[in-house]
């Protein structure tokens, strides 16, 4: 079976770090995705990892480790419009859709 | 470069009604899901179209059946419409199957009220 587990809501001011975690399992697990969802908007595509370790792009990173199925969006310098729903996505092998969990909601204050 | 499109932007159909919602993927993509977002959720997988066949299907009932072109673009057809069939349904689009569906395009979605 499949199961995800993020956290339903966070809480930041502007100019803070801010990490939002993801435990998943998920059957023949290939990759774990992030995604930004704004009200009323469409997600958004932040990050991926395959391997192991930190990916960077720019004020976002992202981390995986494979054998602790757990990953974490770290979101630095955060500005207002970073208000939004983050999901993390895990990719399966041979399955190629992403499975989505409820988000964490981001609320950043001034 | 366009993104993804999808018609119409609203929708309100009656109970036992059939609607049919429209995607255009972004240009290059040759592959299209298919996600039903209700309110405060996650988006839910309904089937993924790659060379004009369904390849991947979630937990959605036989009501909900789709069709991909020869162009790529796709229709989301949902029959004998429920009430809890209300909901933002999302359309993405990426390239190739194995490996490329990690970064899915999203178009701003089709809201669907069934009263």
């Known amino acids: 079976g499949q199961s995800l587990e993020q956290p339903s809501e966070v809480t930041a001011v502007e100019g803070a770090i801010v990490q939002i975690n993801c435990t998943y399992q998920t059957s023949g697990f290939y990759g774990l995705s992030w995604y930004q969802q704004h009200d009323g908007g469409a997600p958004t595509f932040l990050s991926y990892n395959a391997l192991d370790g930190l990916e960077e792009t720019g004020r976002f990173s992202s981390f995986l480790s494979r054998s602790d199925s757990y990953g974490y969006l770290l979101l630095q310098e955060l500005q207002m419009k970073d208000s939004a729903s983050y999901f993390c996505a895990p990719l399966s092998t041979g399955f190629q859709k992403l499975v989505f969990g409820t988000g964490t909601r981001l609320l950043v204050s001034p | 470069d366009a993104g993804v499109t999808q018609s119409p932007t609203h929708l309100i159909k009656t109970r036992g009604q059939q609607v049919t919602l429209r995607c255009s993927p972004k240009s290059g993509h040759d592959t299209v899901s298919w996600y039903q977002q209700a309110l405060g959720q996650g988006p839910q997988f309904i089937f993924q179209?790659?060379?004009?066949?369904?390849?991947q299907r979630g937990n959605f009932p036989d009501r909900f059946s789709g069709h991909q072109f020869p162009n790529y673009s796709s229709e989301l057809n949902v029959n004998a419409l429920l009430l809890g069939d209300s909901a933002l349904y999302l359309c993405?689009?990426?390239?190739?199957?194995?490996?490329?569906?990690?970064?899915?395009?999203f178009g701003p979605g089709t809201r669907l009220t069934v009263t």
């Open positions: 993405a689009s990426s390239l190739g199957l194995a490996g490329g569906s990690y970064e899915q395009y």
């Open positions: 179209y790659y060379e004009e066949e369904e390849r």
